[in-house]
């Protein structure tokens, strides 16, 4: 008997502008209709769909998904990225940035977090009534189980640690759920792939200016979230944010950076995965 497998698209990033852009939503019904017809079972989005946390402009993304008939809890996972929930423009306004106490603004991101995931509920916690950050997928296609381990690392805009809105944190109270027991027995026997925005990985370099913007980008705690994955046994990463479509290791789990639709909307990371532990993954130019 044939052993069969399941075939993962994954891409990120997107950064629509609106739907006067025109030609990004062009692209982007040709990219999905390219990734239906190589035969994937599951798409994987890892933030920044969109350039604004406008609700309105989620809608675009849904709207795309639903003309393909992908628009189902089985058939794609998406998280936020920074830009899909953070406001830079008001944040950076006279009388928030001035502001000494923080209680606003977590109170203005926790909103936010959930009315994007109320918004998106049918592809990220499906029916269960508790929204939020981190949930798991468990996906079984014929001889694979698939589980998706979805973390938060967006965090609250603050004018000093986060000034550009897209350094990334996991919350001390994300990184203490992944290790319940319920989360491992969730997992167990299974294919496991963390998923995440924030790179894990930023290019060192030696100029001054470089190394400001990397420290603009990074995910601020992301040992003890690559700690956390291999708890978990994850078999491999994906995540977004740094927009590279790159492959690499990290503490021995491979990771995949899903690049930038923004940048190339010709191009996605596909896995293709046999039985629990063996899996093939390269980038598709379409």
Known sequence: MTEKSLKLAHFSDLHLAGRSARRQLGYLDELLTAIVSNGCNHIVITGDLVNSPNPADWQIVKDALQKRGLYAWDKVTLIPGNHDLINLEEEVRLYNALNP???GRKKRFRRKMLEFCRFFSELMTGEE????FPFIKVLQYSDVTLSLVMVNTVSH????ENPLGARGYVSP???KALATP????AIKDSFVIGVFHHAYKIYGTNSFL????????ELRNRHELLV???KLNADMLLHGHFHRFQA????GIRVINGGSFSVNPKRYSEVVIKGEARCKQRFVDI
């Open 101 to 103: 106490l923080g209680n």
């Open 173 to 175: 109270g994300e990184l």
């Open 210 to 217: 470089d190394q400001a913007f990397d420290w603009t980008m």
């Open 157 to 160: 805009w603050m004018n000093i």
């Open 129 to 132: 009534e508790e929204l939020g």
């Open 248 to 251: 690499y290791t990290a503490g």
């Open 228 to 230: 956390a994955m291999k």
């Open 182 to 185: 319920q989360v491992r027995e």
